[in-house]
């Protein structure tokens, strides 16, 4: 059963930063691209970031460009988002998705649950 | 303008069909695009329903019913949703994604209810 759980997040000020991780099990990571979907509570989806199998494709959401940073570590089984240079509009819960394939334009297969990210003073 | 474009809301009652719309941005083709659609209950994770491109690049995700289909519009310049017979457990947001320059797209979502 593919497990992803994600943790890092919290309360942060504006113009901070604060760096989410995924555990993934039940799977081989390393055979599937990987995303961030957030959602603020109450609103619709957004997709954050992808990354194909090796890292070779990543890609951003033009609203998170240049200030966050996706990485994974397939032999650890994890994925991680850098988030600096924090706003009000990036409250959310944040997503660890599982790609349904190795490219990052294979759309997404399993979520998890997610982990809050709130913005404020 | 935003890529995707959805209604907000959808009513329908149980036993009929529902369709739903996602409209690509103008200078957008429907045409060449994959159009994936998701379905999200109250307080659950989004679920992968089907995605289409055209009669021969169609996919139904794993468990979803067969009456959950998908097709484009090429005179709206959309994606479509329909649901046919519908029923009280269909009632959901739904989201539409495509796959544009390079990122993934979503559409606002359309909340269904069956009334």
């Known amino acids: 059963e593919v497990q992803l759980v994600e943790s890092g997040g919290g309360l942060v000020q504006p113009g901070g930063s604060l760096r989410l991780s995924c555990a993934a099990s039940?799977?081989?990571?390393?055979?599937?691209?990987m995303h961030w979907v957030r959602q603020a509570p109450g609103k619709g989806l957004e997709w954050v970031s992808g990354?194909?199998?090796?890292?070779?494709?990543?890609g951003y959401a033009d609203s998170v460009k240049g200030r966050f940073t996706i990485s994974r570590d397939n032999a650890k089984n994890s994925l991680d988002l850098q988030m600096n240079t924090l706003r009000a509009d990036d409250t959310a819960f944040y997503h660890c998705?599982?790609?349904?394939?190795?490219?990052?334009?294979?759309?997404?297969?399993?979520w998890g649950q997610g982990t809050l990210v709130t913005v404020s003073s | 303008q935003p890529v995707l474009t959805q209604p907000t809301s959808l009513s329908a009652s149980p036993g009929t069909s529902a369709r739903f719309t996602c409209t690509l941005r103008?200078?957008?083709?429907?045409?060449?695009?994959?159009i994936y659609w998701y379905q999200q209950k109250t307080g659950s994770l989004p679920r992968y329903l089907l995605r289409?491109?055209?009669?021969?690049?169609?996919?139904?995700a794993s468990g979803v019913p067969s009456r959950f289909s998908g097709s484009k519009d090429a005179s709206s310049n959309a994606g479509l949703l329909l649901i046919s017979g519908l029923q009280s457990e269909d009632e959901a947001d739904y989201y539409c994604?495509?796959?544009?320059?390079?990122?993934?797209?979503f559409g606002g979502g359309t909340k269904l209810t069956v009334l």
């Open positions: 998705v599982k790609g349904y394939s190795s490219s990052s334009a294979g759309s997404f297969d399993s």
């Open positions: 039940g799977f081989t990571l390393r055979d599937y691209a």
């Open positions: 990354i194909s199998w090796n890292s070779g494709s990543i």
């Open positions: 103008s200078g957008i083709d429907v045409g060449p695009h994959r």
């Open positions: 289409y491109n055209s009669d021969s690049d169609n996919q139904l």
């Open positions: 994604a495509m796959w544009y320059s390079t990122t993934w797209v």
